[in-house]
């Protein structure tokens, strides 16, 4: 199951790896650039008393990525019928598909862990530690927006019910709007582990789409 989860989107990840890595070291460049124009002191000035975070740029490039992530898995598995096949396996379909979205899932949150880490050394070469982890700590949501985004969009590619799959969009946009209600630095300190919570919690509700499409609901 999960040699074929990554025969399908092993191109996918390769490209996202490539290009989120490529805009985190656009934004590090950029640093420097600034850093050689007007000296380190003044960007230390300016992400001290202004609240700069100088990576405002990737603010939605872990949704799209997680969106995309989503789709490149498991429309296919509609388009060709693979899910239905999936239901007949000698195995619990409930968690074929459990391993489905674990294997996603492990794939974004290793991708994201590593632009995070990419983000922490690079900052270090600028700043002190205290600027460095308000930076990512700022940046930490948008991450887990990512993962999020993807659960919510193979929850909405699974419901075999359109009217269904109608609400379930509205209802994931209110859910992802969550991770973007606050544009302040570090305004999410407190609700992080909160988060968290929330993005672990989602990976039930592709199971109850599944069950649906089980059931024969249409």
Known sequence: MLYKEWIKTRWFYAVALLTTFALCGYVLLNINRLVSLKGAAHLWEVAMFRDAIFID??????????????????????????????????????????????????????????????????????????IVWHIVLTALPWYLAGLAAYILVAWICLEPVWRRRILNILISIACLRV????????????????????????????????????????
Not at 79 to 94: C, E, F, I, Q, S
Not at 182 to 205: F, I, T
């Open 179 to 218: 991770f973007y209600m606050s544009p302040a630095p570090e305004a999410y300190n407190r609700l992080l582990p909160w988060l968290m919570v929330l993005v672990v919690v989602s990976l039930a509700l592709p199971l109850l789409s599944v069950v649906r499409f089980k059931e024969g609901k249409e």
């Open 57 to 130: 740029m990737l603010r939605y490039v872990p949704l799209l990525v997680g969106i995309v992530a989503a789709v490149v898995q498991f429309v296919p598995e509609l388009v060709h019928k693979r899910l239905k096949l999936t239901m007949h396996l000698p195995r619990g379909y409930v968690r074929s598909v459990m391993e489905m979205l674990l294997f996603g899932f492990g794939c974004l949150a290793l991708l994201f862990c590593g632009n995070l880490v990419m983000l922490l050394l690079g900052l270090q070469t600028f700043f002190a530690n205290e």
